[in-house]
């Protein structure tokens, strides 16, 4: 995949003070995957080392008041020539720069306060179709499968995937999508994000998301202890025995042991097919009953 990538990421010294943001996951993109490095700010004629700047009242400005503005968009104009050229398949941009934050950016009052909002490179690429994500929500890019966080705005999608992980045995009629709405399911995605072990990773193929593979600490069948996560995890069918899965729980047992977490469990019917994909990623059975296991996955010196 052709991956535009801001150059700071890759260890190129263009940041504002002279330094970078080597990002080990955006240099492992290199591997196998074309990278092109852009710096808008150098593309628009700025120097490096440069007074920092943020957007204020819709233009760029330096800290010490400068209006750098036509600087800034010029060197997203570049990057936008550069994009229309290699028609790159995803943009990994620095989070929170005036040109290149995706989701949010600094509010322009040079207090570390942030803003909902894209920098102009990344707005400019976005209005031009181009898929953009911040480093930070990377996991990685895996045979052309975007690995990422789940954006707030996605939450629903939780909904469809929860009805995705439902365990159907063969020659058994699939239920009605409305049983996710039973309360023993709710709280699987209801209110996602207000905890602090709720965290997701989706798993995106040509701009859709196809897997994802969640986690809270909710009192659900897979349930161990109040300090343990449980885990569900679900791909659409066209997407399911191709790997995703184990990149996507690979990623989160990552995630999770960065957290602190001990340890994860999850719960899962003894017929199901992913008991040989769990076991493989090292989840013991803890308990079981006639149907089913509840397994842990140890996350110290994962």
């Not at 890019?141 to 995937?161: H, S, T």
């Not at 997407?239 to 602190?260: D, F, N, P, V």
Request: hydrophobic share 35%; aromatic share 6%; charged share 30%.
């Amino acid at each position: 995949m052709k991956i535009l990538v801001s150059a700071c990421l890759a260890g190129e010294n263009c940041k504002y003070n002279g330094g970078n943001n080597r990002n080990k996951k955006v240099l492992r993109l290199r591997e196998d995957n074309d990278v092109i490095l852009v710096c808008p700010e150098q593309l628009g004629g700025l120097p490096t080392p440069r007074v920092p700047s943020e957007i204020r009242d819709g233009r760029v400005t330096s800290e010490d008041g400068r209006d750098v503005d036509a600087e800034f968009r010029a060197g997203a104009a570049r990057c936008l020539e550069t994009a229309r050229r290699e028609l790159p398949g995803l943009a990994v941009l620095q989070p929170r720069s005036p040109s290149c934050g995706v989701k949010q950016r600094y509010d322009g009052t040079f207090t570390g306060t942030l803003t909902e909002g894209p920098g102009v490179t990344a707005q400019l690429l976005l209005e031009n179709g181009f898929r953009c994500i911040d480093a930070e929500d990377l996991i990685e890019v895996w045979e052309g499968i975007l690995i990422r966080k789940l954006r707030i705005e996605e939450r629903d999608l939780l909904r469809d995937f929860l009805y995705e992980a439902i365990f159907i045995p063969e020659g058994v009629e699939p239920p009605a999508r409305e049983i996710v709405e039973r309360p023993e399911l709710r709280i699987y995605y209801e209110d996602f994000g207000s905890g602090s072990a709720d965290h997701c990773l989706v798993a995106e193929a040509g701009g859709c998301v196809v897997g994802a593979v969640w986690t809270r600490i909710m009192d659900d069948y897979g349930h161990v202890d109040d300090e343990t996560p449980s885990l569900a995890i679900s791909l659409v069918p066209a997407y399911r025995g191709k790997g995703i899965g184990t990149r996507l729980m690979s990623g989160m047992l990552t995630l999770l042991k960065e957290q602190g977490y001990k340890q994860v469990s999850l719960s899962v019917q003894k017929a199901n097919y992913a008991v040989r994909m769990y076991r493989k990623l090292g989840f013991e059975i803890a308990e079981e009953n006639t149907e089913e296991y509840i397994m842990v996955r140890r996350l110290a010196g994962c």
